[in-house]
């Protein structure tokens, strides 16, 4: 059974169309994995019985013209799913069951796929470690102390224990592409309207975006070309021609012209960080790509601006949850009283944070001096990579200043945590697709990522890079099973 | 108090005020569905049972702009000769309320789809202008009702997300009937356009009242209060009445007006404090993430503009080229598009020997009478144009006189039946056969002899009695004015 768990997506795809493997024998063996799998806490809701009936039903008449037929996926728990629990890892939702579907998530089920279950996450998506989920932390297959990172953590922790062949996540800051950083998988972060917010819990709704998560290029690839849709729910979804990402996808990048930010050598970072950057560049080399210094100068804006823009945001999209029509709600003695308690009882100690955070910086005074001014760098950060795509086809950094942290280290350090977002919020601000790929273990064997950062809508390009850099890494994770008795 | 009908003034010792008043008003656009949803907006419907998942706010769920709603915003701008910005925002304010699912409004600060306009006021003493500063649309929220359960406050969601226009006038407005006047006006230009019903019951028209008082003559603005959500025209007089003097009282007394925003009790007829300046909410306004900045085309405005019908004060102007009408009648007849649309039916029905002077005096006379009586509106007036027009045409052209036309009025509103088939039925031609009248006339002078007699000996006054009798005589169908020609003859 772990045979089939430790197959590629597009390997599992290839075995059922041939029929040398059925739906239902994947979706058990992916089931039976889960099910040691529990110390990870991966899931938040599981929907495993749900799950083998479709398989067996998918079976009985299966279309193997589909592009993910009869395979099982777990989904990020931000993603509202249609009768099933859909918690954003908060207490405040704890028992919300929606009566809808994510855009995404159906584009998912339309391409034959079937759902395993929800998936753990920081609350509202505000994290960068999945300490902040109201449903405990979830673990690091890599390393029995380590964080998976977030807010994609029950995701990452999924697809690299194999407790899923892939998954979704969304990415505000970094959540998809730090988790997948941390433990040694592939995560995409789409241009932003590529993949529709609708049907997504909102945090900050001008940075979120839904992006594959996979253990390998080919099959983010083609989980993107499923997922990525126009869709007139979402009005900031953009109408652009999408390709087939996976039919497309070529090593050939001879030629590509690759930028290094000199900005991103930031002070104090760990010299296998450094020496990891250094590989990756030998590696597009290697691949034929040219590499070229550029400048980002406004980089060290990006930080402040982002942890304004995107508590701003998240303080108005969380108003809704006020214990007034859905969810939880405390007793009060009044109404105020009631949004007092159902508030301070439902939202966890970074969600409150940041509620506040946002509140401040967009309350009369101060709008100007933060929001206004944050809007301003970000129009800058947007500008200096206009700029540098006049020179570069893409753009390669580390995904993150470090590998993963321990359980607990940075829970009592919100800065410190926040900074382990700076080489991936620019990109959310600028609005730019770009992947992590594993890339290579830093002493202590824990996984290290490489970040390509593309042009608007050329997820292709960037998919091709990293196809290409894939094959010279040729990265193995380092995963021993120890959660498995 | 007031001088004259056009000025309102407030005067206290050696101290004339004036009062300068700006308007708010709040007016639901006429729509099928929601500003951004697809969810109806019927009025009237069982309470939660026209929400969508966005207007309930649910997660994840994502506001989409109804194109319908913004084509009448701009049809408005257009009707208020307004200038229509191309590129609109969309912001939220944010504030905690039950009947506010999103926890935030979806209005427009910033950048109002609508700028500058202007409104014309055809006041007693002549045309008034007043400004109107932006409109911008806006959800309206839910409705909490805290009176039908001891306990608990009861929230329904069928209004929120329904689209509102806001028109904010500048404070142009100086008396309590140029208020009125304004809020006519407004609402007869919005329902030419069919962009807002203008129903005041349902809430489809409300207003916020900007009061504030000045010495006579002073061109600085003084401290102004709000009145919130005002739901008729004489409760916005009464309210601007009061509150008016209220200030002018706290000047005189050499105390401060406090910036605040006010309610009107209209059981008690006063405005009562509702929350000072200190104590206003922090809207925390701005963009809404959700929403792309709304952008429409030259082309876009041109084709609505193409689509504008005629409004009052081009209607007013014509129907006193056309119809000759006095300009005092015209603005009647125009202030209201059904009166305006029904006046112009009878003019067509009446055909070629038409007269304005029959048809206005009918409609702005007996009809409206009867309409008032009834409680109706002249869309469900219970005689027709088409029939209207007969009986006037009957007046004209001597077959009924003016008395025997107002008993066939009063048949006629059984059921809108045809004047000419009752004049028929009941036998109600006039006589005008001047022999037969001649006839009747002898008879009536020689049964009566004696006051004969009596008027030639210069006792005018019988000549109303042998009237009377001729009239009497005639069952009233004699046409009096032979009758006068004949009596004037013959005694």
Redesign the interface.
Known sequence: MSDITSLSLTKLVKNIKEKKLSSEDVTKAFIARSEKSKELNSYITEDFSNAIDKAKKFDEKPNLNLKLPGIPVAVKDL??TKDIR?T?GSKI?EN?I???E?TVTQNIWDAGAILLGKLNCDEFAMGSSNETSFFGNVLNPIDKGLVPGGSSGGSAAAVSGQLTPITIGTDTGGSIRQPASFTGTVGLKPTYGSCS??????F???LDQAGPMSQNVEDCALLQEVISSYD?????SIDFKRNEYSKELTKNIKGKKIGIPKEYRVEGMPKEIEELWKKGIEYAKDCGAEIIDISLPHTSYALPAYYIVAP??A??N???Y?G???GFRAKGEN?IDM?EKTRSQGFGDEVQRRIMIG?YV???GY?DAY?LKAQKVRKLIKNDFDEAYKKVDAILTPSTPSSAFKIGEKKNDPVSMYLNDIFTVPVNLAGLPAISIPAGHDAAGHPLGLQIIGKAFKEQEILNLAYAMEDKISFKNKITDWWIK | MSKDNSEYLIERYDNIYEVVIGLEVHAQVTSSSKLFSSASTKFGAEPNTQVS?VD??????????NEYCVKQAIKTGIGLRAKINKRSVFD?K?Y???DL????QISQFKFPIVGEGTVILDMENGPKEVGIERLHLEQDAGKSIHDMDPQN?L?DLNRSGVALMEIVSKPDMRTPDEVSAYVKKLRSIMRYLGTCDGNMQEGSLRADVNISVRIKGSDVLGTRCEIKNVNSIKFMQMAIDYEANRQVDLIEEGKTIDQETRLFDTKKNETRSMRSKEDAH?Y???PD????PLEVTDEFIEKLKADIPELPDDKKKRFIDQFKVSPYEATILVSDIDTAKYFEEVVAKMGKNQDMKLAVNWITGELFAVLNNKNLEISQSPISAKNLAKLINLIKNGTISGKIAKTIFELMMDGDQDPQKIVEEKGLKQQSDPKALEALIDKIINDNREKAIEYKQGKEKLFGFFVGQAMKASSGKANPQLINEILKKKL
Do not use: H
């Open positions: 993603f509202c859909t954003a939702l919300f929606p009566t809808y994510s917010r609708y049907g997504i819990v909102a900050a709704s001008s007139i729910k979402d009005s900031t701003a945001e303080s108005s969380l108003a809704r006020d007034v029509k859905y109404l949004y509140t967009l309350s009369s709008y929001y | 998942l309930a706010a649910f997660p994840g769920m994502l506001p989409v702009i939220r944010n905690f309320y039950a699912p999103q926890g935030y406050t929230v922090d925390r306004y701005f993430p959700d929403l792309l």
